[in-house]
């Protein structure tokens, strides 16, 4: 996949710093397979959402970390008791099988409880059909690096 160097966003507003924390992109592999997860689970799943929590190194998001969740066609939740104390836990990720590319009114509740950067995935789960909103729910440009 070919991704453009820059998911196009709502309006042109790069994700913002946090208290020791700035993000200058996302790792393209961890991209990649982060829409292949997605993919898999909608697939298998039934349209079954997944999520997942983002960890960054050097400021570019590199990891993501299965926790246990469960989740329906509508919804997704994560086992915050299993959390891990982890000061590069940046965000969270998780699919829309619906394709809407936005937060419901129950990811701007959840958006605030897991870091500063989210992510929605939509099929076909390609390189366009993602977009990145800051805790409070508004879209932010997100660079896709090596």
Known sequence: MDFPTR??????????????????????????????????????????????VLREEDGVIREFLFLPFTSTTRSASLRFDLMPLDPHVAGSVHSHPNG??????????????LGRYHLI????????????????????????VE
């Open 7 to 52: 998911q196009g966003i709502l309006h042109d507003s790069p994700c913002p710093s946090t208290t020791g924390m700035k993000i200058r992109g996302i790792a393209r592999d961890l991209l990649r397979a982060l829409l292949d997860s997605a993919r898999e689970v909608d697939r298998e799943g039934g349209g079954r959402e997944f999520v997942a």
């Open 100 to 113: 809407a590319l936005r937060p419901s009114d129950a990811d701007l509740r959840f958006f605030p409880a």
């Open 121 to 144: 995935l939509g099929p076909p789960f390609s390189e366009t059909s993602w977009r990145c909103f800051t805790s409070d729910g508004k879209p932010c440009e997100l660079e896709v």
